[in-house]
Structures are given as C-alpha cells and as structure tokens.
C-alpha cells in the first residue's frame, strides 16, 4: 500500500488534508479515546456569566459517553482524531453535563425509615421502602459556539485555542486501560503555532492543529 504523502505546507488545509488521508488509510497508532479537553481563557473568548458549567470549569469540553477515539502519526508529531463529534442522532452537539456543585435534597424520614403496611391477606405488618425522591443531578447542554474563539475564515470549523491538556482512556495492546492519561499541549517555537482544537460544527470532523504535545502518564512518568 502507497503512504500518503507529507503535507506540502504546514497551512490548516494542507495539515487537515493530510490528516485526513491517514485516517482514511489508517496510518496511525491508536492512543485511546478522548474524554475533555481543556482549552485556557484567550483574548478572542468571552465566557457565559450564566453557564454555571462554564463560570465553574471554563472551556472545558467534556465529552463524558461519547468519548472520541484518538491516534497518533508514525511519526508521533501529530495526534488524529478518527471519528467525527456526533451524538446518537447524527448531530454535531456535545453531551450535556451536570449542573456543578448540584447537591441532592435530604432524605425524608419516611425515605430512611419506611413505613408500616398491613398485609390485607394476613393482617401482618410490614416496614416498607419507598421509591426514593429523584437523586439524579440536573443537566444542563454544553454550546461548543459558547466555547470558541472564532469560526475558521472560509469554512465551517470552529477553532478552540489555545488546547491545555486532553484527558483519556489509554489503549494497549487493543485493550482500553482503566487509568486516565493526559496529552500536555504547549506553544511550539518551532513553527510558531499555539495547539488548537478545530471542529466542523456542520459535519464534526475534528482535528488538532499546531503546537506540540507529550503523553503524560499516571504518576508524572
């Protein structure tokens, strides 16, 4: 099988493309599947004051059930992301998150003691349990547009940057691992770009561009 060739520039469009080609071709290592994505406040990025998600955490993208599976080049100069960001229904939309600090009401005194009920049939009494009041946390939906910085001229990709650090799930040896790993992103001197996380908020194709990234496993190693 012929390789795909190297990017002839390192523009957005030339990177994507290539990207893209390895994808299609698979010509990559898989690393695991994404869970957030932390992207650090910019001059271009006007946070929500009533999204309490975002007053809480920032730009952070938590993906929680929909984790995104995510690879890296031969080379280990790029990581690829190899599925588009869909929900179930096919759109581009994230998962929605718990309302921070969401605290459960108290127990009732019938919820922690029961109550007595008498068998119709032997006149006996019995302590039941209710059904407990809803413990479930309110949710509340993550806007990728209350995220980021500005649309991609000439395209449907919205551009998140600068990316921080991405938290997954590891694969290896085609086993997912139960410890989080992270990716660390910074400033790349070397051809002057900041990581960027860019999405497609038509058809989610997604792409990391720019910057440069080391794994960072549990423990510092």
């Not at 179930?88 to 003691?113: C, F, K, S």
């Not at 996380?197 to 190693?221: K, Q």
Request: some cysteine; aromatic content about 8%.
């Amino acid at each position: 099988m012929a390789t795909v060739a190297a990017p002839v520039t390192n523009s957005p469009a030339d990177i994507l493309k290539y990207q893209n080609d390895l994808v299609r071709t698979g010509e990559y290592f898989p690393l695991g599947r994404m869970k957030q994505i932390a992207i650090a406040p910019c001059a271009g990025w006007t946070p929500r004051q009533d999204d309490p998600f975002i007053k809480k955490f920032g730009r952070l993208i938590d993906l929680r059930n929909a984790m995104l599976p995510i690879a890296q080049t031969r080379d280990r100069s790029m990581v690829l992301v190899t599925s588009p960001l869909l929900n179930p229904a096919g759109r581009v939309q994230l998962p929605d998150v718990p309302v921070p600090d969401w605290v459960p009401p108290p127990l009732t005194e019938e919820e922690i003691a029961g109550r007595v009920e008498v068998d119709p049939l032997t006149g006996k009494e019995r302590r039941v349990l209710p059904k407990l009041s809803n413990r479930e946390p309110a949710m509340i939906p993550q806007d990728l547009r209350d995220r980021t910085n500005e649309q991609l001229r000439g395209s449907n990709f919205l551009v998140f940057s600068p990316v921080v650090n991405v938290t997954f799930q590891p694969e290896l040896d085609r086993e997912m691992q139960g410890t989080a790993w992270i990716l660390s992103w910074r400033y790349n001197p070397a051809d002057d770009t900041h990581p960027t996380l860019l999405i497609d908020e038509r058809t989610g194709e997604t792409h990391f561009y720019g910057g440069a990234f080391e794994i960072v496993r549990p423990g510092g190693e």
